[in-house]
């Protein structure tokens, strides 16, 4: 029988055997098409100021973002002030940590209705719409991965007629 050599057709199966070296079985999988966090960090991120609109629950929080150095202004005051809660102040720089661009704009926003956590939400809302305004082709990926661009519909249900809340019954008595 004759002995195989590295990319030489086998008598018995017609196949080509190829022989690996220790860098090429190192990796197993490669996919193209996610950016790596080093193609995410040279892209230049586009520097214009916009505006949106961010609602959960009842808060209604109406953005604008501008290149700056990253001051927060909610309701005329800082974000520490108006959020003192470290998670809400997470929350609503969500979109800045996904898109890497903590410190390059300043956030103008007004915020009306509903409570601390409705009005957070509405916040992180406004703001990835904004970024998405800015530059739809480098931002509406990453934003929409991380669900950051889908509003959040959980609201209040309505009380019912003979309940004592909407889903609460009154106490039953047998006799």
Known sequence: MAETTENE???????????FTPDEQGVAYSSESTPS???????PATIAPGAATGRRKQAVARVRIVPGTGVWTVNGR?????FPNKLHQQVVNEPFAALQLEGRFDVIARIHGGGITGQAGA?????ARSLNAIDVDANRAILKK???LTRDARVIERKKAGLKKARKAPQFSKR
């Open 37 to 43: 966090a080093e193609a995410v960090a040279e892209r």
């Open 146 to 148: 991380d669900g950051l």
């Open 123 to 127: 916040l992180r809302l406004g703001v």
């Open 9 to 19: 057709k086998t008598e018995n199966t017609g196949e080509v055997e190829e022989t």
């Open 78 to 82: 800082a974000l520490d002030s108006y």
